[in-house]
């Protein structure tokens, strides 16, 4: 489990005039929960989330740090700005070490770039697969290597390197296609 560390602080307000006026000093509003507790509405400096995230992604458990207490959390959901794309409000979900979680986790198709047939096509279908486990089992990625693919192989979930990790529950389906590499179209292999 890779952890990192982010300093918030108490919002104040709530309100699109509050949030409108910290996003245009580059402070980000949030909000961390967690189940049987209240919702604790949060800020944080962009530059120093995009920091954490950068490092972090979404599977990795973060040390926030709100004056002189330490939560683990993980980042829930981003919420962007569909013309823009920035971002306009962070959900964490405050972690209890000692119960499973939910998560998405980011599909990596290792040596892509590498793929030995070629010409080729790698079509992936699924970007992330939902998983179920501790905390401290969190994986970063579920990877693959298609770098020895022909025309017509695909990988399906329960090919990926963390559907064979007792540690964790896959709930994405295990037959579910996850790349599959095809011929480029006008080639014909007769």
């Given amino acids: 489990m890779s952890t990192h560390n982010m300093k918030v602080d108490s919002r104040e307000g709530v309100g699109s005039n509050v ?3 910290l996003r245009y000093d580059h402070i980000l509003p949030g909000v961390v929960y967690k189940r049987g507790q209240e919702t604790v509405a949060i800020q944080v400096p962009e530059a120093d989330f995009m920091k954490t995230y950068k490092a972090a992604g979404s599977t990795s458990v973060i040390n926030m740090k709100k004056k002189k207490k ?18 306009l409000h962070i959900d964490f979900l405050e972690l209890d070490l000692s119960e499973k979680v939910k ?3 980011p ?3 290792l040596n892509k770039d590498n793929i030995r047939l070629q010409p080729s096509v790698l079509a992936q279908m699924l970007e992330h697969v939902e998983i179920e486990c501790l905390p401290a089992d969190m994986p970063n ?11 017509g192989d695909s990988f399906f979930v329960r090919d990926l390197d963390i559907a064979k990790d007792s540690k964790l529950t896959m709930l994405t389906d295990e037959d579910m296609v996850v790349c599959s590499l095809l011929e480029p179209s006008g080639m014909s292999t007769a």
């Fill in 19 to 21: 949030v409108k006026k």
């Fill in 107 to 109: 599909v990596n198709l």
């Fill in 103 to 105: 998560l998405f986790v």
């Fill in 70 to 87: 330490t939560y683990p959390v993980i980042i829930k959901e981003i919420q962007r700005d569909p013309v823009k794309s920035n971002i």
């Fill in 141 to 151: 990625t579920a990877d693959v290597d298609v770098a020895n693919m022909v025309y």
